[in-house]
């Protein structure tokens, strides 16, 4: 079974750092795109930032700048620093990745999610 989990999440002051980590677990034949998506109180989930297997990244125009994802293929781990943090982007972030695994003789792709990480921005 599939499993991804996120850690680095907590209460951070304005202009503050964090460093998120989500590390996918089980049985896989590999992961394609990775991601960090997260939901605000009384919103909806919005991508934070994507990258694919080979690196390319994409950035939400909110995040551009401040935000940087990447990640370990070796460690199966994709990460999120996130510098000059404002209180608008408290909210509870989530990783997800495109995940292919054999099923019998068959490949098959689904994505799956971690069960987020709160990050608070305040003084």
């Known amino acids: 079974q599939v499993q991804l989990v996120e850690s680095g999440g907590g209460l951070v002051q304005p202009g503050g750092s964090l460093r998120l980590s989500c590390a996918a677990s089980?049985?896989?034949?590999?992961?394609?795109?990775m991601g960090w998506y997260r939901q605000a109180p009384g919103k909806q989930r919005e991508l934070v930032a994507t990258?694919?297997?080979?690196?390319?990244?994409n950035y939400a125009d909110s995040v551009k700048g401040r935000f940087t994802i990447s990640r370990d293929n070796a460690k199966k781990t994709v990460y999120l620093q996130m510098n000059s943090l404002k209180p608008e982007d408290t909210a509870v972030y989530y990783c997800?990745?495109?995940?292919?695994?054999?099923?019998?003789?068959?490949?098959?792709?689904?994505?799956?999610w971690g069960q987020g990480t709160p990050v608070t921005v305040s003084s």
């Open positions: 089980g049985s896989m034949v590999r992961i394609h795109g």
């Open positions: 997800n990745a495109e995940i292919v695994v054999l099923v019998y003789s068959d490949y098959e792709t689904f994505g799956s």
């Open positions: 990258i694919t297997s080979s690196g390319s990244t």
